[in-house]
Structures are given as structure tokens and as C-alpha cells.
């Protein structure tokens, strides 16, 4: 005698049967009763328990979204801080007596700085799985690079005492800052091997 | 699974206004069933948790686009289903299946196809919950997948193939293949069903 397979079981149950599956559950036991333990087992699956997670990955979110509202609120201001950065060399770069600054060295920096904000971009921490200590310590270089940019927009003002030294300084603090953004985020993929 | 599901609209509001308190309150609404989604489809409870993180770091960021059409857990849910199926996609590289393939279209399960006997237990007796669940672990996170997504949370498999890229019919064959390895593998152990 041939019986109804887990396929025309399945379509049974899905109103989906063929005429002769449909005919034949009627007047089979043995499969009348498969179509049962189908249902059983379902009933099963649907009453299995409920498992809680060990631990608690709400930091994680959490801190990984106050990052990336920092840095949304950095990209904001980028277009006004490289204004006045420019605004800064140009001051700079006249002959005067506040100073000189080397210009190239001033380039240098900001060249490293933008190829470092280049390769964070690449990296695209937010796409990764995150512990909440690595976004702890992001979180606070963050807000460090953010100190520092606000610094640098008020030294690029024209109406600033520009010292350029002090300029140098301030954008090779933003390069040890995002080096150390990038050490965070990279010993973390390293350390679970992402 | 009994959990409710409901959250305030003002809740939902305030989440979309981007209230980390209301973020917070929907995660803990949906933490335990967004895990359970992961868990059951994944190979391990790690696996489950990277993906209940991942799943509410999109819920966060996307909150706004979320127009209230339907359930939320509905939309989360998908969220999650997703995220795990990407999970899956990458672990699949490395891990391989732990059962042979097993033809679709043999009979259902009958201890004796010859005769059409009942198997051993096939209806008397309550479900086995330890036995089934252990079961259900050993198949492969594809065949789980379609499993819990068809059987318990409800999804067409018209939607299933949407979501893992596949065809209807591949979706269909693997919730065949799943359920006469279950029973097979119950029948094994003696449990029902």
C-alpha cells in the first residue's frame, strides 16, 4: 500500500494536497495518524522553553549608538573645520610677526589626520560586533577628537590669536587621538577574530 | 513562548525621537524573543547574542523609518531573521552539514512502510520537549531556520525564500527533509512524536 510522504503531509496540512493525498488521509489510519504526530511535533516546537540571553548586550548598543551620534554630529562640522583650517594657513603662511609656522609640517599632519579618518571609514567600526569596554574607550577618544576639533575651528577663526605652533600641535593631537580610535577598534577585531 | 509583545505607541514615539530610555525599553521588550528567533536558528548562544546585538543596533538606527505599518515585533523580528541568516551564510563556509542529505519524497515516517504500522509511539504519549529540542539542535541552521520560521513564528515560504534568496521550492524541500530527519531521529530515541 503506498502512503502519503512528509510532503503531501505538509501540503495536507497547508490545504495544498493533491485529490488523491486528500482521499487517501481520510481513509488511512497509518497515515491519518502521521499527519498527527506532524501536528504534535509542531505543538512541540511552538512549546519549547524559552531561553534568556547570558548576558546583557544593551551597553554594547547603547554605546555603540552614542559613538556613532558623535561622530554623525564630527561629519557635521567637518566642512566648518576644514574652512578654518584654511583660513589658519592662510594667516599663517603671510609674513608677520606672530611668527611663521612650517607650513609643510602643518600639511604633513593634516594629510596624516585625513588619511587616518580615510582608513576608520574603510574599517566601519559601526557594522561590528562590539564589546561595551571597546565602545567605552571609542567613546571617549571620540569625545577627545571632538575637543580637539572644536579647538581647532576656534584657532582658525580670523579674529583668533593664530600661533602656529600651537595649530601643529593641536592637529598632531588629533593624529595621536585617531591612531588610537584605530588601535581600539583593530586589537578588538584582532582579539576575536573578526 | 508566551511573551507579550505589545508596547505603547508613546514608547514607540519617543524611540523614534531617538530617547535612549525608550530605546532601552524596547530592547528589553524584545531582547528575550529576538534571542530565541537567533537561538534556534544558530548552532550556539554566542552566535545568538552577536546576533541580538546586531539585530537592535539596526533597530536603533532605523527606527525612524519605521511607519507603524504593522506589528513591531513583526519588523524586528524580520530584522533579526535576516541578521541570522547572514550569520548563517558566513558560518556555512566553515562548518558542514551533520547529516547526509536524505532524498525527499520517502514515506513520512512509518516504523513499517511495508505494512503501514504505526512507529513506536507515534501519537500516544505527550511530546518529549528535552528529546525534541535536542533533535531539533542537530539539524543544520538552514533546516532550522525554515523550521522555526515556517512551523512557529508563522512565516510563508513564499517569504522564507524571500528572505534567504532561495527558491519556494527550495524552501518546501527543506522543511520536508527537516521533519523526516526529526522523526527519524525521535523514532531513534523512542520519544514522540
Known amino acids: 500500500m503506498t502512503h502519503c510522504t512528509i510532503v503531501d503531509l505538509l501540503a495536507f496540512k497547508e490545504n495544498e494536497a493533491s485529490a488523491w493525498a486528500r482521499q487517501h488521509v481520510e481513509t488511512c489510519p497509518a497515515c491519518r495518524a502521521e499527519l498527527e504526530v506532524l501536528y504534535q511535533r509542531i505543538a512541540a516546537l511552538k512549546a519549547l522553553p524559552v531561553r534568556r540571553p547570558a548576558r546583557d548586550r544593551w551597553p554594547a548598543v547603547r554605546d555603540t549608538l552614542r559613538v556613532e551620534q558623535r561622530r554623525q554630529r564630527r561629519r557635521w562640522g567637518a566642512w566648518s573645520l576644514s574652512a578654518a583650517a584654511g583660513i589658519a594657513l592662510l594667516l599663517l603662511i603671510r609674513p608677520g610677526p606672530a611668527g611663521r609656522v612650517d607650513a609643510a609640517e602643518l600639511e604633513r599632519v593634516k594629510q596624516q589626520s585625513a588619511t587616518l579618518e580615510a582608513e576608520l571609514e574603510r574599517y566601519d567600526p559601526d557594522q561590528r560586533v562590539t564589546s561595551g569596554r571597546t565602545a567605552a574607550l571609542a567613546a571617549a577618544l571620540e569625545d577627545r577628537i571632538a575637543i580637539i576639533d572644536g579647538e581647532l575651528a576656534q584657532v582658525g577663526m580670523p579674529e583668533a590669536p593664530v600661533r602656529g605652533a600651537e595649530l601643529v600641535k593641536l592637529w598632531q593631537e588629533r593624529v595621536d587621538a585617531m591612531q588610537q580610535l584605530m588601535t581600539v577598534h583593530v586589537t578588538r577585531a584582532n582579539y576575536v577574530g573578526l | ?193
Open chain 2, 1 to 193: 513562548m508566551t511573551i507579550s509583545l505589545a508596547v505603547p505607541d508613546i514608547l514607540v514615539a519617543r524611540a523614534r525621537a531617538g530617547d535612549l530610555e525608550a530605546l532601552e525599553a524596547l530592547y528589553r521588550a524584545f531582547e528575550t524573543p529576538v534571542y530565541n528567533l537567533a537561538l534556534r536558528m544558530l548552532r550556539t548562544p554566542e552566535d545568538a547574542e552577536d546576533v541580538l546585538q546586531e539585530t537592535f543596533l539596526e533597530v536603533v538606527r532605523s527606527i525612524k523609518q519605521y511607519r507603524g505599518e504593522g506589528h513591531l515585533w513583526g519588523w524586528i523580528k524580520r530584522i533579526a531573521a535576516s541578521k541570522a541568516l547572514m550569520r548563517i551564510r558566513r558560518n556555512q563556509v566553515r562548518v558542514t552539514e551533520q547529516f547526509d542529505e536524505e532524498a525527499v519524497g520517502v514515506h513520512a515516517g512509518h516504523a513499517d512502510a511495508a505494512t503501514g504500522h504505526e512507529g513506536p509511539g507515534a501519537v500516544a504519549g505527550a511530546p518529549a520537549r528535552i528529546d525534541l529540542e535536542r533533535a531539533f539542535e542537530r539539524l543544520s541552521e538552514t533546516s532550522r531556520s525554515v523550521v522555526w520560521l515556517h512551523d512557529v513564528e508563522g512565516y510563508t515560504h513564499e517569504e522564507i525564500a524571500e528572505l534567504m534568496g532561495k527558491t519556494v521550492s527550495f524552501s518546501k524541500s527543506q522543511l520536508a527533509r527537516a521533519h523526516a530527519r526529526l522523526r527519524r531521529m525521535l523514532d531513534a530515541e523512542g520519544a514522540a512524536p
